[in-house]
């Protein structure tokens, strides 16, 4: 099953084993994810159309999507799509917190997240 990554992030080793793949143009989607004023409703629905004719006119896929963004343009980036035909997913990670002790006593603490599956949207 191949699903097509719409987030402004490359896929995980784990997420690409599980079927998700890059768009081709992979910068015009990250600038449509990309928002760097305050926009408001049409601003928002004109960009989830066009993330939408990217995946659909563009990449010619109209199967699972993987989503991801800010939380306001989610909703509409899930009804575009879904009327387009295609099934929006979000990845779902676990979280694991590991404390790495330097020589000096200090400790640093990393998060690693390990993906678990989708979740659908």
Known sequence: MTILNL???NASLAQVAAGVVEPANKVLLQELLTFTELPDKDAVMRRANAITNLCVNFEGHTGKVMIGGAPFLMG???AALKAAGCEPVFAFSQRESVDQELEDGTV????IFVHMGFVEA
């Not at 640093?108 to 998060?111: F, G, L, P, Q, V």
Request: charged residues 20%; without cysteine; proline residues 10%.
């Open 76 to 78: 509409p980036l899930t």
């Open 7 to 9: 987030t402004q992030h």
């Open 108 to 111: 640093i603490k990393k998060s």
